[in-house]
């Protein structure tokens, strides 16, 4: 069984950062993507990155800003949040799918897993 816990999300200033955490329980080393998305009030749920072994894909938005990695040896996703704006505030989920399809493809109607969500929020 799949399961994603998203943890430190937080209340920042503009131009702050923070790292993000998922541990990923029954997810294999190998064979799988792993990706964060976010979904601000109101608004669609986005894709923000994604990670399968050692190539990392980035949504326009985040790039240069944004780092995603993942621990193999402790089965943890990161996302590094620099230079973080208001249009960054948004609830950030965790997910996780089969490699069938490049990892590049974030739609989220093609990942099965997710986690809770995390809020972050922006503001002065």
């Known amino acids: 069984q799949v399961q994603l816990v998203e943890s430190g999300g937080g209340s920042v200033q503009p131009g702050e950062s923070l790292r993000l955490s998922c541990v990923a329980s029954?997810?294999?080393?190998?064979?799988?993507?792993m990706a964060w998305f976010r979904q601000a009030p109101g608004k669609e749920r986005e894709g923000v990155a994604s990670i399968f072994i050692s190539s990392t894909y980035y949504a326009d938005f985040v790039k240069g800003r944004f780092t995603i990695s993942r621990d193999t040896t402790e089965n943890t996703l990161y996302l590094r949040m620099n230079s973080l704006t208001a249009e960054d505030t948004a609830i950030y989920y965790c997910?996780?799918?089969?490699?069938?399809?490049?990892?590049?493809?974030?739609?989220?109607?093609?990942?099965?897993?997710w986690g809770q969500g995390t809020q972050v929020t922006v503001s002065a």
């Open positions: 997910a996780a799918r089969p490699r069938v399809i490049s990892c590049s493809d974030r739609r989220s109607s093609v990942f099965p897993y």
């Open positions: 029954g997810v294999p080393n190998s064979g799988y993507c």
